[in-house]
């Protein structure tokens, strides 16, 4: 079963009395446990792309099928408990809440959608862990490095064992060196649990830390 | 639900200010409330603590006791009227009363009346020259076995009891025999002297509606009331009740209007946050209730702060000066009223809340 | 100026907000003004706004007119003082009034006073603002607030029970008693409307008595002189009987709090707003500081916010209470009372812009470097 597969999808924005295209017959299928590198100029699409990927919007027409299931003609309420279930983000500016500390950026996950408490602290501690923040557990997002907070983002990301992890521009803020490490670490945790991942950038040095790169330029897709 | 009060918790210092606002508009609702009741309990208690069904004043009394007179013909009549199984007059005046051991100008307003049915929590017709005191008196030094000097012809009354609730006009009430209040009134108001059974008005006991059928049968001689209509009939109840009311109704308009105003401020600033959680799977209705949980904690917390405020101005204000009367009843209201505006005020925000794009989330830096 | 406007049309909902909390506090503040000023005003008026520059009541009294007796003893007392000039009776009573224009009945105080021929004498109402004294038997002059409920010059009162009846031939401006219609006519009405009303009661004595001082003898003098004559006598000039009478000082406390409480939530919810509303727009504010806006144009233009808020807020509290101050609460006639609303759009607008002073030394705090690392004063 793949990770993601679109087919012929296409979004198209009202403006004023025309339509902006802003994905235009984009198909895209992701493997098992395969990193995806999506390039493109600002404006290309990417974060259309993106946002329907992960269930954030809804195509104009075609198919989007994650994790087996097909979520093209789903409603608002059906999307919003699929973000629950199927997928992570991992956001530009990290957006940490910033009252909350690094285990409960992680708990929030819990709290917004299935609720379970007890197994969704567990597994929190467990992530944090794992990503070697086991000291930083009860720190607020203000006392943590750049690099730290980026490691909580993706805690939160796994936080519902999704099929699907979604990066957008995960290293835009972090200097060369820090983001090289980042994506060493992107990269490691996604194999290790054999999630697949699209990784959202401008930055062509990004892509050598994934499997595959695709291109997108006004909307449309090329390998 | 958690991450707002987690919020509440870690960033007091973001709801202070509205929180401060609330304990003054929540200090503004108890103490007018306080005000109100004070006001009321004052100048109905005498007659609220009436033991019958009706009370009857002379036609043209315009339900005062002090121009209503009932002769023995017109009590007799009542007294025939279909389901009356008791009637027993009742009389007062007012006075300025010698206290013993206070100054010879430092007089303590008193209500004498006289009654033939003992009110609530009188326990009997005392006798002559004696006479149970509202407790209120105490304020003004009177106390137990104390003989007051009553009015410009210092009639002795001789206190034999305390009762409770039982104000007149705003004046301490005494409970007299007929007897000692005819006496007294002769003495001290020539003007107001009634003869021998003439009373000011009746309490009747009988069946729950024979104040209505009382009227008509005395052809319109009499202008009866139940007790709680003869309570609103004093002159100014109802006109202090309305404009007391209109007051604390636009008090928790504004209410709703800061809480509307500070959480529609706080959740602009919040937009991208929301963003956020709605990207994550957060529902419009969790972050919405998160919202209105924090409004509700932080009118709790203000209520809380503005009961125990309006509690101790009620302790410091020595009694006697401003009619202020606390209750946890008005304050429990007062909560529930400031709270129902709380959530309708959060309401302003929920467009807003709805409004918000999981898909800001995405494509944004810092 | 053009910033602060453009901004306060962008967000009209949250400005919309923040005058409407303003304009009911305006409102609540200016009616209960008029509430507290009508309500003392038609509680003792009368004493007020009568002629008689002294009154002596019975220690008995309390202060209150019905209440207090003078005998004949304590008359002779007053009138032997020395530098009292001349003495009048005064009476008062409370009667059930039919005005037979009306179907409804009234409270009616009835204030009677020793009128001369003229309708002159200590105790008559001070000026009248319509008609004449009373000259003549059952003539009475009325106060101003009920004129139109069949108290007016012309109109007609049947007192009851007795059904004695007052024709109305003057009206005096502020000259009501315990909240409701007051007629003052000559003693010799009022006594025989007490003996309408009351056949068994006898002649009442003076209820107080009213005293202008010798001449060359100041008004604090006489009463001095009168209270060293007796433990019994309460003498006091006209403007402390009024403000002396009881339940006026808790009217007064009683409003001083709630004014003051109301007083603070102005400033309270102006400072919060922009003080958030700044903490908001930080990073635009950062901005404009870097393309070269100074900082004492960016927090004019707070201020210039502040004052065009706190004056709609005013004007829209001013604009409801209008309506509400020409109205009667019960027997209460509320006037719109100029002084009390300047007063108060002056402190108010005072408060609000001292309380938006914390939102301008935020303003003041902006160091434009930070529009390059993306860092306002909020974070």
């Given amino acids: 079963m793949n990770a993601l597969e679109l087919t012929d999808v296409r979004k198209v924005y009202p403006v004023g009395d025309s339509e902006v295209v802003a994905l235009d017959h984009a198909s895209l299928t992701l493997g098992q446990n395969e990193i995806l590198a999506l390039v493109g100029p600002s404006g290309s699409g990417k974060t259309t792309l993106l946002s329907i990927a992960g269930g954030i919007l809804s195509p104009s027409s075609g198919k989007v099928v994650v994790g087996g299931e097909d979520i093209s003609d789903y409603s608002n309420g059906q999307l919003t408990r699929f973000r629950q279930e199927k997928v992570g983000f991992v956001f530009q500016s990290v957006n940490l809440v910033p009252f909350l500390t690094a285990a409960e950026n992680l708990f929030v996950v819990d709290e917004l959608g299935p609720r379970t408490g007890k197994p969704a602290r567990a597994t929190a501690g467990k992530l944090l862990d794992e990503l070697g923040l086991a000291e930083r557990t009860k720190n607020l997002p203000s006392q943590l490095s750049g690099g730290e907070r980026q490691r909580v983002a993706i805690g939160r990301a796994l936080m519902n064992d999704p099929d699907l992890v979604l990066f957008d521009e995960p290293t835009s803020a972090l200097d060369t060196g820090l983001g090289a490490q980042v994506m060493e670490l992107i990269r490691s945790e996604m194999k290790q649990r054999g999630i697949s991942a699209i990784v959202v950038t401008h930055d062509p040095r990004i892509t050598e830390y994934c499997d595959r790169t695709v291109q997108i330029v006004d909307g449309e897709l090329s390998a | ?366 | 100026m053009f910033l602060a406007l453009r901004e306060i049309g962008r967000a009209k909902a949250r400005f919309g907000l923040l005058v409407s909390a303003i304009a009911l506090l305006v409102f609540l503040i200016l009616f209960q003004q008029s509430l507290q000023n009508g309500l003392l005003t038609s509680f003792t008026g009368a004493v007020k706004n009568q002629s008689a520059p002294v009154l002596v009541y019975s220690v008995d009294g309390q202060r209150v007119l019905q209440a207090s007796v003078i005998t004949p003893d304590l008359e002779q007392r007053v009138r032997s003082t020395e530098g009292v000039g001349e003495v009048g009776a005064i009476r008062q009573g409370t009667f059930t009034g039919a005005p037979l224009t009306e179907s409804e009945n009234f409270d009616t105080s009835v204030i009677g006073y020793d009128a001369g021929a003229d309708g002159e004498g200590l105790g008559a109402p001070a000026s009248l603002s319509e008609g004449r004294l009373p000259t003549r038997a059952f003539e009475g002059v009325a106060s101003a607030a009920d004129a139109r409920n069949g108290y007016g010059v012309g109109d007609v009162v049947r007192i009851v029970p007795g059904d004695a009846e007052i024709s109305i031939v003057g009206i005096a401006q502020e000259a009501q008693l315990n909240v409701g219609p007051t007629i003052f006519v000559s003693n010799e009405t009022y006594l025989e409307l007490v003996a309408a009303v009351n056949p068994d009661a006898g002649v009442p004595p003076p209820n107080v008595l009213g005293v202008a001082p010798a001449v060359g003898v100041t008004d604090a003098q006489v009463v001095e002189a009168i209270n060293g004559q007796s433990l019994e006598l309460d003498a006091l000039t006209r403007s402390d009987a009024a403000a002396k009478t009881p339940g006026v000082a808790q009217v007064q406390q009683s409003f001083a709090i709630i004014f003051l409480l109301y007083a603070l939530v102005v400033p309270c919810v102006t400072g919060l707003f922009f003080l958030i509303v700044t903490f908001q727009k930080a990073g635009a504010l950062t901005l404009l500081r870097a393309i070269g806006a100074s900082a004492r144009s960016l927090v004019w233009s707070l201020l210039l916010q502040a004052v065009i808020i706190l004056g709609a807020g005013l004007a829209l509290g001013i604009l409801l209470y209008l309506p509400v101050s020409q109205t009667r609460l019960g027997g209460l006639e509320l006037q719109f009372e100029e002084g009390a609303v300047i007063g108060w759009s002056i402190a108010l607008l005072a408060l609000g812009l001292v309380s938006s002073l914390f939102a301008a030394r935020r303003v003041l705090k902006i160091d434009p470097m930070e529009a390059t690392t993306g860092r306002g004063v909020g974070q």
């Fill in chain 2, 1 to 366: 639900m958690k991450i707002a009060l987690l919020e509440l918790r870690r960033r007091p210092g973001r709801f202070l200010m509205a929180a401060v606002i609330m304990t003054l508009i929540a200090i503004l609702l108890m103490f007018l409330g306080g005000l109100l009741d004070g006001l009321i309990k004052s100048s109905t208690g005498a007659i609220r603590a009436q033991d019958g069904q009706a009370l009857v004043y002379s036609q043209t009394s315009e339900a005062s006791l002090l121009r209503s007179r009932i002769e023995p013909a017109l009590r007799a009549a009542v007294e025939d009227v279909d389901g009356v199984e008791r009637a027993g007059g009742l009389g007062v005046v007012q006075l300025g009363a010698r206290v013993p051991g206070k100054g010879p100008r430092d007089l303590a307003g008193v209500a004498l009346f006289g009654f033939e049915i003992p009110p609530k929590g009188v326990p009997d017709v005392p006798p002559r020259g004696t006479a149970y005191a509202d407790e209120t008196l105490k304020s003004d030094g009177v106390e137990q076995d104390m003989t007051l000097l009553l009015g410009p012809a210092r009639s002795p009354i001789q206190i034999v009891g305390f009762v409770s609730d039982t104000s007149f006009s705003g004046q301490g009430s005494l409970w007299a025999s007929p007897e000692t209040w005819r006496q007294v009134l002769g003495a001290n108001r020539p003007d107001a002297r009634l003869a021998e059974n003439v009373f000011q008005a009746l309490v009747v006991q009988g069946d729950e509606d024979v104040a209505s059928r009382i009227d008509p049968a005395t052809d319109g001689r009499t202008d009866s009331y139940t007790i709680e209509g003869a309570v609103n009939a004093i002159p100014g109840v109802e006109s202090q009740r309305n404009t007391f009311n209109q007051i604390l109704g636009v008090t928790i308009a504004i209410a709703l209007v800061v809480i509307a105003l500070f959480f529609a401020l706080i959740t602009v600033e919040r937009t991208a946050l929301y963003g956020v959680l709605k990207a994550l799977g957060g529902r419009s209705r969790t972050i919405f209730a998160g919202l209105v949980t924090q409004a509700v904690v932080v009118t709790l917390i203000a209520a809380a702060i503005a009961g125990s405020a309006v509690l101790v101005l009620d302790a410091v204000i020595p009694a006697g000066s401003i009619p202020l009367d606390i209750s946890l009843g008005r304050i429990a209201i007062s909560v529930v009223l400031l709270l129902a505006a709380a959530v309708v005020g959060c309401g302003f925000s929920l467009r807003r809340v709805l409004r918000v794009d999981p898909a800001s989330a995405i494509g944004r830096g810092s």
